[in-house]
């Protein structure tokens, strides 16, 4: 930091920030003074690609929005690493300086490399990635009754019994003459008289 040239490089990118900051505010700040404020409940209504609104802004999106989107991610911050690995590998004066410096920052990047190729064929694999999963899988549930009962159950011929009106008569008239009886009797604890 004892060359002045360092601080004056930094002092210009710094100059160039206040810049921009100040130029963004001031674009801002000229619209909100400047521009027609004429409100009405058209102007104030939601706009969705020239189509009436329709329903609640709360809609769910599909969960695999989210994946594709972090596996982008991942990848991205990825380049952010390699961008430089690629500049500094090449650098003939590193590699000069120690011949194993060239073979360390490629096996490194091979091991860096890998990891993410194996978390991408085992996202590719659990298909995360493709947007309409092909296969289906048919829940199982592990229980100890042997196949051949269910299929003794299956197989027998049941009777249904056919409810004649004679019948429905039949219970209608047991039910008639049968008291009613109450489905709630509330019963009172009597207090205790030695008291």
């Known amino acids: 930091?004892?060359?002045?040239?360092?601080?004056?490089e930094y002092g210009k990118i710094l100059l160039m920030a206040i810049i921009g900051i100040v130029l963004v505010c001031a674009t801002i700040f000229l619209a909100r003074i400047l521009s027609p404020?004429?409100?009405n409940p058209i102007k104030l209504?939601?706009?969705?690609c020239g189509e009436e609104?329709?329903?609640?802004?709360?809609v769910q999106f599909n969960p695999r929005f989210y994946v594709i989107a972090l596996v982008f991610l991942l990848f991205d911050v990825e380049l952010i690493f390699i961008f430089p690995w690629a500049t500094v590998f090449g650098n003939?004066?590193?590699?000069?300086?120690?011949?194993r410096w060239g073979w360390f920052t490629l096996i490194e990047m091979a091991i860096f490399l890998g990891v993410l190729i194996i978390g991408l064929?085992?996202?590719?694999?659990?298909?995360?990635?493709?947007?309409i999963k092909p296969t289906h899988q048919k829940p199982t549930v592990p229980v100890g009754i042997p196949s051949s009962a269910y299929e003794d159950l299956n197989s027998r011929k049941y009777e249904v019994r056919d409810f004649r009106e004679q019948e429905i008569q039949e219970v209608l008239a047991?039910?008639?003459?049968?008291?009613?009886?109450m489905g709630f009797k509330p019963k009172f604890k009597?207090?205790?008289?030695?008291s």
Do not use: C, H, R
């Not at 209504?45 to 969705?48: D, F, G, I, M, V």
């Not at 003939?92 to 011949?99: K, L, V």
């Not at 064929?121 to 995360?128: A, R």
């Not at 047991?174 to 009886?181: D, L, T, Y």
């Open 121 to 131: 064929l085992y996202v590719w694999k659990s298909g995360d990635i493709s947007w």
């Open 45 to 48: 209504s939601t706009y969705e």
């Open 92 to 99: 003939a004066e590193f590699i000069a300086a120690d011949s």
């Open 190 to 194: 009597k207090p205790n008289s030695e």
């Open 1 to 8: 930091m004892d060359d002045p040239g360092q601080i004056s």
């Open 53 to 58: 609104t329709t329903g609640t802004s709360w």
């Open 174 to 181: 047991e039910k008639a003459a049968s008291p009613v009886k």
């Open 37 to 39: 404020k004429n409100p």
